[in-house]
């Protein structure tokens, strides 16, 4: 097939959260099964132009944009496989934060204006010359998120692309991407309100939801979730209409990217057959963060963003009880500024025992995931979640709220001590997440042979692309049925 990807960030060309993840390691999972791939990425000014050979030369076309043409020129590299096209225009997408700008709303549907003109370039050329065309019904554009959603009703609305699938995924309903529908017109397609709309707005998801062949997202149980009044943010109903096109496939890791054995950011490396190097990376991670050198005392870490979404009240209140039961404490992240106040005075409350470092790092981030004992997510809701698969990759055992690809994915040792890999609380309260850390605790001080045990189950678990690749791929050659029904 030849399949289409379309997303605001990719590892490790741009990367915020776990959509580039995502976008940066399943496409060249579907490049390994033969597939034709190619990724349209926004040439941000974040990204090291240098570091990744990105010339100035490059293919151009004319974009309409309103009532104007602008120029955008198509730099492309290849990696593992996928043709990796960035869209340059420093006027329309060129800024200083992948997102945040004022006009994220225009420039991201001139991103997907932008992708689209050159898709139906090449579409024309290819007929120009024979064979290079896609056979009918197996080409498929996969948009992510809200940044990419108008390009799927551009291209469905496209007759020079009659023939091309669209796919939909949902990586977080709670961010829509709802603006002005002026937006709409910009880029060519009608302001006709949608029923979900208000009066005078856009809403891109919506819209890439109503039209799309395949709608997905992230893990089955998000799938249902968002079919309810609870976690549907509004969009419940639409959903509700389109649940037989509606499928949720669970993320996989980049398990080359995340690796122990061959980990270069941590101290020691290590295997399920051989986990010894894990103490040696808690030592090293102690060290770094001027915690207390206790290799008998349970560390924690957090490595996300410290917002509502991720439990951050839960956090923040459950602190003082594990660090006064004789745990220490690795924070990675940055979010609501009321709440990273809190922690600047937990930190300095709880010296030796609690790390915190405000932002992001990615090699820190996988020092903690190797260092640390144990994983605390308790997300209000997680469509899918990175932090707990890539926790298990490291040995490293998650605490979470079971809600979402959490729930999915971490199955309680204390309700299935066979085949649990972590531990779960079902009410989204500070009782239930203190006893879930304190069972995580007493597990740990149970005794060394059954805690190691437990860490070499984990890290065997397969949680890479391979299965949910191929469950694309099937989810592709649906949306070609789709399409050519219709």
Request: charged share 25%; proline share 5%; net charge positive.
């Amino acid at each position: 097939m030849q399949i289409v990807f379309a997303a605001a960030e990719a590892a490790p060309y741009a990367k915020v959260g776990g959509l580039a993840d995502v976008a940066g390691s399943l496409p060249q999972a579907l490049a390994a099964l033969g597939h034709d791939v190619t990724l349209y990425l926004p040439l941000h000014k974040t990204i090291d132009r240098a570091k990744f050979e990105i010339t100035e030369r490059a293919p151009s076309r004319s974009v309409p944009y309103g009532k104007a043409r602008v120029r955008v020129s198509y730099p492309s590299v290849v990696r593992d496989g996928v043709r990796v096209v960035f869209v340059r225009s420093d006027k329309r997408i060129g800024r200083d934060r992948v997102y945040g700008a004022p006009d994220d709303a225009k420039r991201y549907a001139f991103f997907c204006r932008a992708v689209y003109e050159d898709l139906v370039g090449a579409s024309r050329e290819a007929r120009a010359s024979v064979g290079a065309t896609p056979p009918p019904g197996r080409r498929v554009v996969h948009a992510h998120d809200w940044h990419a959603a108008l390009l799927v009703p551009l291209v469905a609305r496209s007759r020079a692309l009659v023939a091309t699938s669209t796919v939909f995924t949902i990586h977080n309903l709670a961010y829509q991407g709802r603006t002005d529908k002026s937006v709409l017109a910009l880029i060519g397609l009608p302001r006709a309100r949608l029923p979900i709309e208000d009066p005078g707005e856009a809403n891109p998801m919506a819209r890439a939801i109503t039209t799309a062949d395949i709608v997905s997202t992230v893990s089955e149980r998000y799938a249902q979730e968002i079919l309810t009044n609870q976690f549907g943010e509004g969009l419940q109903g639409l959903l509700r209409e389109r649940r037989r096109r509606l499928v949720g496939i669970v993320n996989g890791i980049d398990t080359v990217a995340f690796d122990p054995a061959t980990d270069r950011h941590i101290a020691a490396g290590y295997s399920a057959d051989d986990p010894g190097g894990k103490a040696v990376s808690k030592a090293a991670l102690q060290k770094e963060g001027g915690l207390d050198p206790d290799p008998r005392a349970p560390v924690f870490g957090v490595v996300g963003r410290l917002v509502e979404q991720k439990g951050v009240d839960l956090l923040t209140a459950a602190a003082p009880k594990l660090l006064g039961a004789g745990g220490q404490l690795v924070v990675l992240g940055s979010g609501d500024p009321a709440y990273e106040e809190k922690w600047k005075a937990l930190a300095s409350r709880y010296a030796g025992k609690l790390w915190l470092t405000l932002g992001f790092d990615a090699g820190l981030a996988q020092r903690i995931y190797a260092g640390c004992d144990l994983f605390l997510m308790p997300s209000r809701f997680e469509p899918c979640g990175l932090g707990q698969l890539i926790s298990f990759r490291y040995g490293t055992i998650p605490v979470v709220h079971e809600v979402g690809g959490l729930a999915e994915t971490v199955h309680d040792v204390d309700r299935d001590n066979a085949r649990g890999n972590g531990f779960s609380f079902a009410d989204y309260s500070p009782a239930a997440f203190d006893d879930a850390i304190a069972r995580a605790m007493r597990r740990y001080r149970t005794g060394a042979g059954a805690w190691t045990a437990l860490v070499r189950r984990v890290m065997r678990e397969d949680h890479s692309w391979g299965v949910s690749a191929k469950r694309y791929v099937d989810l592709y050659t649906t949306a070609s049925r789709v399409r050519k029904a219709a």
